[in-house]
Every structure is written in C-alpha cells, then in structure tokens.
C-alpha cells in the first residue's frame, strides 16, 4: 500500500479544533491542502475555521501573507458536522482531550467511517499510539503525529512509529509533514517521544544541583544562558511552562523508563506543584513576579567590594582559557607556590575537594575554576569547605577585572555546566542508542521543538567528546549515582576521538 502525498485532491482530517488542531489545519491548508475539521462541541469547528482566517488575514496586514494566500488557504478550510463527512480524507488527525478511552472510542468511530488504506494520526503528547491502536482492525496504517505548541510558529513535527506502523505510512506521513512546511522526525513510540524526553536532562540535573544546595536557581539559569548559549535555563522554563505541565510530565517519563535514575524527578520540584506554585501563571513558582508579571531574580553575580583583587595567583592546571583570563585581569601567574596566593585549578568533573587532595594542594587556598562555553560573560568558581575567603575573594575580585562575570557555587564535581551540558549530551547519546530516533534527528528535533542552541550531541562536541565523557565518569565515581553512567555510545565515540554525532 502506499499514499501519493502529493495528489491534487489530498485531503486530510483535523478531529479536536482546540489549539492545537486549529494550528495543524492552518498549516495543513496553507501547504495546499484541503483540511476538513470536526469538532465534537457543536459549532466548535466552524468557530475554529473563522479563528483561522482572521489569524490569516492578520497576517496579510503585516505583509507576511498576500490576499491571495489568504483565499487560497480560506478555499481549502472545510468544516465537518458529523464524524461521517471525514469519510473521503485520505488522512485524519486527531487533537482531542488526551485522554486514552476519548481517543480509543474515537479511532474506532473513525475505523467505520474512512477508507481501509487511509491513515490515522494521534497528536497525543503522552499516550502510546500503539494503545490507541489496540483494538482496531487495521493497526499498519495508525501512527503518530505530534506537532508542537504553536504549531504555525513550531517547525517540528514528530512522526511516531508504533509498533504495527507500516513503513509506507512513516513516508506518506514524513512527506505530508513537509508539505505542511514542518520538519519531519521519525521517532520510537516510547514516552515523552523525543522531545519531551530529551527535555528531561536539563530540567532534573538544573534540579538536582538545586537540591543539593549546591547553587541557586537563579545561578543555575544564568550559567545555562551566558555560559552555554541557551535562551532559558531550566528554572525559568519550569515557570514558564507551568509546574502543573513540568512536573506530570518528568513523573510520567521517570515512570515510563522504570524508574532510570537519569529520569529521576525531584521532591523540591513536587513540593512547589503541590503548594499550588505553579509559575508565571500562579505569579510564584522557582522565581517570585512582580505586578506587572516581570521576574524578580535575586542575581548570580559573586561581588566582594572589600576584596582586594589578587595580583598573583599559582597555575596549577594549564588551561588556556584560565590563564588567559588571569592574563587579561593584570595578575601574574606563577610557576611555583609561594605560599599565600590563590592556587587556580580547572577540574574537568571533579569537585575542588577532590582536585586539592589528589594533587596535593593546599585546600584552604585552592579555588577551581570553571572555563566551560563563554568566559567572556561568565566563568563559575567553588572552593573546598573550609577555604580561606580572603583568598577566594581575591581571586573573584581579580577574575571581575577582566571584564566577566563571576558566580560563587558550593563545592560541586562538575560545577553547573558541566553537569548540565554533560548530561543533556549523555541523554542524547542515549536516546540515538536506543533508536529513538537517528542522530541527526535527535540534534534536529531538540534545536527545533526546545530551541537549544545545539542538539544534545552536537553539545557533547562543543564540550569535547572526551571531557564528556571525562565529565560523567568523575562524577559517578564521586557521587556514586548511576544517574552519571555515560551512555556507552558517548563512550565508544570518547575513545576513537569521534565526533557524538558520528551515526553507528
Ligand atoms: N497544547 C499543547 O501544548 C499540546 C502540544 C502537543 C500535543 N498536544 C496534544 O494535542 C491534543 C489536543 O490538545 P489541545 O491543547 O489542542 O486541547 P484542547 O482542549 O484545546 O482541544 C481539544 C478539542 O477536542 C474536542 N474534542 C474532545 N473530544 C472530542 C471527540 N471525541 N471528538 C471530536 N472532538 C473532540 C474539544 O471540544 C476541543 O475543542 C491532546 O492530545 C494533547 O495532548 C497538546
């Protein structure tokens, strides 16, 4: 069997026009196609029809569309009243509650009515396809079809294999998601698909650093965005999306993968959704919002004024980031201890204390430095417990001098960064091992659906495969935890000094 996407008379159906079916028909008809859409509230479907359009000629004032793509687009919007009218589509999405029973009882009224050889597509962000496909005759032809909130902004689509999806429905459906000027990705029928679950490592790592009081949201956030490129840090994207989405969904995957300590949620986490601190909606959630709904971030930035900025400091690892940063601050480096000022150090997965005893420095004056991504904007320093803080101090207010920005942690094996960018990438590597989906499409679908500024494995490249790799390993020997095992396809790649991407 197989499906000509490209056939003139394509029609597809749109069950469920809330707001992601009305933004699935929009697209649809703006790809040429004819999109019928059905409501099961009276009325719903023709109220969604005339949103569309006026969102479409909205966009013809601002230049963005012409008249005539408005009318073309306009022309291909039908609206169904009964389930029946869906009988000639060629293939019908759903976008109903997401509810498995509503979308069984659905699947099997749509079974009755369409062709034998047309598909059937779940949007379901959270539900098995194969579940909603159980009880039906022809279980080849349904698969999933999971578009991203707002769908006329959001590029991706993922397109779900379950397991009885034939191969021609995958292609009918990749084909389908390009003419719909979305970018397609094959993705296994597991929980949270990719998205959602490669989205995981940044929010329970961002969490886990949290939980053992090792630095602030607001710190961890600021590290994400100035150091590693992101536009958010995983606090500010917890409030954004809203605790009562975030927090189901991580318990949901957690679940879902047998409880992989990689996916573990965090109690601190459930603690705010149970107090009803929900975000940016509830006006508290990780942050506090002022009236006008603005953040109230209590800042990242180490500043002693007292200190007095060090001029010499001991280089006990070469780094070359580090020595230019010391360079640029005005202080001079020196070969040998001289017994009184600070002794820098770059760990790379170890913690200060790890890194002071194993190579037998002095842990009162030892100050580990992180150089990960930009240290023009921000560089990350933590100290054993015990430090002398005059000595921390001066080598904080020597690092200011050189223009960036300095965040004070707790002593932490791998400070922020590198436990967050090492265990997104971890993830990544994971998720392409597995056969989620391909490498290439792991990295697509993450830059596309959570505008990361890389893929998952394109960022254990931009941290070095090997410190990657180097990374994960120290902080599972110190921590103990499993959650840091490193993927063993991260593994193999750190070893032959491959790229994360290199496919298998
Ligand atoms: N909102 C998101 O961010 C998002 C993102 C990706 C996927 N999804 C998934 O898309 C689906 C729809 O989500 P939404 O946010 O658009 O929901 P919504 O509540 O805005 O819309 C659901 C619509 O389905 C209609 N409906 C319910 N049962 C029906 C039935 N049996 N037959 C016909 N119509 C029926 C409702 O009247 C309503 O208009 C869910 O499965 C959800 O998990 C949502």
Redesign the pocket.
């Known amino acids: 069997m197989s499906l000509d996407i490209n056939r003139p008379d394509l029609t597809v159906g749109v069950?469920?026009?809330?707001?992601?079916?009305r933004g699935i028909a929009q697209v649809t008809a703006q790809g040429g196609i004819k999109a019928i859409m059905?409501?099961?509230?009276p009325g719903?479907a023709a109220k969604a029809k005339a949103a569309i359009v006026e969102t479409l000629k909205g966009l013809a004032v601002k230049g963005r569309l012409t008249d005539a793509d408005v009318a073309k687009a306009d022309a291909n919007l039908g609206v169904a009243d009964k389930i029946e009218d869906l009988k000639g589509c060629h293939v019908v999405v759903e976008?109903?509650?997401?509810n498995l029973e509503?979308k069984q009882k659905?699947f099997g009224e749509l079974e009755a009515v369409i062709a034998p050889d047309a598909i059937l597509a779940s949007?379901?962000?959270?539900i098995r396809i194969a579940s909603i496909a159980r009880s039906l005759k022809h279980r080849d032809r349904i698969c999933g079809m999971?578009?991203?909130?707002p769908v006329p902004l959001m590029k991706l689509v993922e397109v779900i294999r379950a397991a009885d999806t034939a191969q021609w429905v995958v292609d009918a459906m990749v084909a389908l998601g390009k003419r719909q000027t979305r970018v397609p990705v094959v993705v296994g029928d597991t929980p949270g698909f990719l998205v959602n679950l490669g989205g995981t490592a940044i929010g329970t790592e961002g969490l886990r650093i949290y939980q053992e009081g090792r630095a602030s949201a607001s710190q961890i956030d600021a590290v994400m965005r100035d150091c590693c490129g992101f536009r958010m840090g995983p606090f500010e994207l917890m409030d954004l999306t809203g605790l009562d989405v975030n927090f189901p969904a991580r318990k949901i995957i957690y679940e879902g993968f047998f409880h992989d300590r990689r996916m573990t949620p965090s109690p601190y986490h459930e603690s705010l959704f149970a107090a009803g601190k929900l975000g940016r909606k509830t006006g508290g959630g990780w942050y506090a919002y002022d009236a006008k709904g603005a953040k109230v971030d209590p800042g990242a930035d180490y500043t002693t004024s007292v200190a007095p900025a060090a001029r010499a400091v001991v280089m006990d690892s070469h780094n070359e980031k580090l020595v230019a940063l010391v360079v640029a601050s005005g202080a001079e480096t020196l070969a040998v201890d001289d017994g009184k000022s600070p002794i820098l150090v770059a760990p790379i997965g170890k913690d200060a204390t790890t890194e002071a005893i194993e190579r037998g420095l002095d842990p009162k004056r030892t100050v580990a430095v992180d150089v990960t991504g930009d240290t023009a904007k921000r560089i990350t320093i933590m100290t054993p417990p015990g430090a002398d803080a005059a000595v921390r101090d001066a080598a904080a207010a020597m690092f200011a001098k050189s223009g960036t920005k300095v965040t004070l942690i707790k002593d932490s094996p791998g400070f922020i960064a590198q436990r967050m960018v090492s265990m997104i990438a971890n993830l990544g590597c994971e998720m392409a091992m597995i056969g989620i989906a391909s490498a290439a499409d792991v990295d697509t679908a993450m830059t596309l659906g959570l505008n990361y500024p890389r893929g998952p494995l394109a960022l254990a490249d931009w941290l070095g495969v090997k410190e990657c790799h180097e990374i994960l390993v120290q902080i599972q020997a110190i921590t103990g935890d499993d959650r840091y095992r490193p993927s063993q396809w991260l593994r193999r790649r750190a070893m032959l000094g491959m790229s994360a991407t290199t496919p298998e």
């Open positions: 069950v469920g026009t809330g707001a992601m079916g059905f409501d099961a509230a719903g976008a109903v509650f997401e509503v659905l949007n379901t962000s959270s999971h578009y991203f909130n």
